[in-house]
């Protein structure tokens, strides 16, 4: 299911989709479709499709979520700030770490173990480690929830690459993962034309 409201009178676009493993990449094609086709035509917006769709990944590779996932994503054309929350409510990033590396017994050290890049709990043969560090690093600011943990990052600039990261126990026991991340359009790289040349 799919829910978009675009309308005329409104700054703001709002895309709520119930996630669909055999659907995933073509969705995050058209969300980097629909912002070039209609704002950023001459930005390189590879990131964001990208960071959607390692974040779709790692609810198919890792969650066990039974098809109980969603993408909310919102777009504010004034700011041109494109903000996206990915949640399934499977076993959670905190537990599955938690079950790969038993000494990690604190939700928080298993939040920054999962950040960490190349690393992986291996559920499926393909992964690297390399999908949450992608996320962060082609995102402005992103938070991370799961179990009793909340990480938060943010960038000083585009050029930032580590990030200030902060992690936090919170009061509840939050079933599953809830990624959130901000994108500031604007500010990406514009498109490189390469000049063809004859030989």
């Known amino acids: 299911m799919v829910l978009t409201v675009d309308t005329a009178d409104s700054s703001h676009i709002f895309n709520l989709w119930r ?4 659907e995933k990449e073509l969705f995050a ?11 950023f ?6 990131a964001i499709s990208l960071s ?18 969603f993408s909310l994503i919102f777009y504010d054309k004034d700011t041109h700030v494109l903000y996206a929350a990915i949640s399934d409510f499977g076993i959670g990033i905190v537990r599955s770490v938690k079950k790969y590396i038993p000494s990690i017994i ?27 560090d992608n996320i962060l690093s082609s995102t402005d600011s992103s938070r991370l929830c799961s179990g009793r943990a909340l990480l938060l990052y943010k960038k000083k600039d585009k050029y930032d690459m580590q990030g ?4 936090y126990d919170i009061d509840f026991d939050f079933p599953g993962t809830l990624l959130y991340f901000e994108v ?3 500010q990406m790289d514009d498109v490189e034309i390469l000049d063809s040349f004859e030989f």
């Open 184 to 186: 500031d359009i604007s």
């Open 106 to 132: 604190d939700d928080k050290q298993a939040l920054l173990k999962a950040i960490e890049n190349n690393f992986t709990v291996k559920s499926a043969k393909w992964n690297k480690g390399k999908g949450l």
């Open 41 to 46: 035509k001459n930005k390189d917006l590879s």
């Open 19 to 22: 996630i669909v493993d055999g």
């Open 164 to 167: 200030n990261k902060r992690v």
């Open 29 to 39: 094609a058209r969300v980097e479709e629909y912002l070039r086709n209609n704002y």
């Open 52 to 69: 959607l769709k390692e974040a779709f990944y790692n609810v198919f590779d890792h969650a066990s979520a039974g098809n109980n996932a």
